[in-house]
């Protein structure tokens, strides 16, 4: 049973309910640690302390109709702020130094690593990543690496739904997606928005790893005059595609494309692109080739990304793309970008290197 606390209080109509809710919030007088109270037609709204009569008169200026009086309010039950909050009385101290410090939200689905010593508490976690972030609907462990030619990733329900697809809002634009189904990775909205911001009106783009769209749409958003052919090879990813481009409104800006990407290229798209997205680090090496030929005989921008390790990540993916694009009979006239994306392993990154191709 909840705590009553007494405490001054406006009671006022509930079509000026938002109005004063609003104003008492900029004057700093609403005491957040109760609840606000319906009273019929009427709501109660507990206040720090009772006005003064220069705060009154400001008040006064903007909601009608207001009483100020005494009334017992319900005292809110804060919750934890963080997992660790949450955990640390149930789980031993040794182990609440190994729990995850990095969530990744897509939706209203939590995606969290669990380290092996605390899989025996993995239900546990869940349990906690639930309690914290309330709009979280669903939390899924990570159960393998991305793999095969689809680009999936296992995933085991570890608390809430076991339904796994989701709307995923970025940058303006909305994405359905299955994350069994489909990749997406919420740590490269950066990177969608870094890209998109680059490109030009008037520009045709091949996005030849496109999944669910998110480098596509948001060109298409950002620019009124332009033409992205999104490839992609899995039929769940097209599918995905196809939807989020008639919610975000860019049917025929966004072409959807399913099918091997050299062969794509090689059949429809040959010469035609101003600008190439190749966002398949773990084998973009294999397609420069493929690139090469979607760029227009003048050449064009190649978005280049890979996976590197140590020592000298940048200037081993640098040298994959100097060779791959001598190796298709082109030269790079300039470098544009080079930059670590993000970490994916120990002494493993993501490298994003923007290219110009003669």
Known sequence: MNRLVRSHCIKIHKRFGEKAIRL?????????????????????IPIKEKPSNTVLNEISKHIEELEFS???????????????????????????????RSIDFIGDIAVVEIPEELEPHKYLIGEAVLKVYKRVRSVLAKSGAVRGTYRVRDYEVIAGSDNTETLHKEHGCKYYLDLRKVYFSPRLSYEHYRVASQVHDGEVVVDMFAGVGPFSILIAKMRSNVLVYSIDINPDAIGYLKRNIYTNGVEGKVIPILGDAREVIGTRLTHIADRVIMNLPEKAAEFIDAACMALKPSGGIIHYYQFSEAPYPIEKARESLINGVASAGKFIEAILTERVVREVAPYKWQIAIDARVR
Do not use: Q, W
């Open 24 to 44: 008492l919030n900029k004057l700093s007088l609403i005491n957040k640690d109760l609840k606000i109270l319906n009273l019929g037609d009427h709501l109660l």
């Open 70 to 100: 005494l009334h017992e309010f319900p005292v809110r039950v804060k919750g934890p702020k963080t997992i660790v909050d949450y955990l640390e009385d149930k789980l031993p101290p040794y182990l609440l130094a190994s729990l995850p």
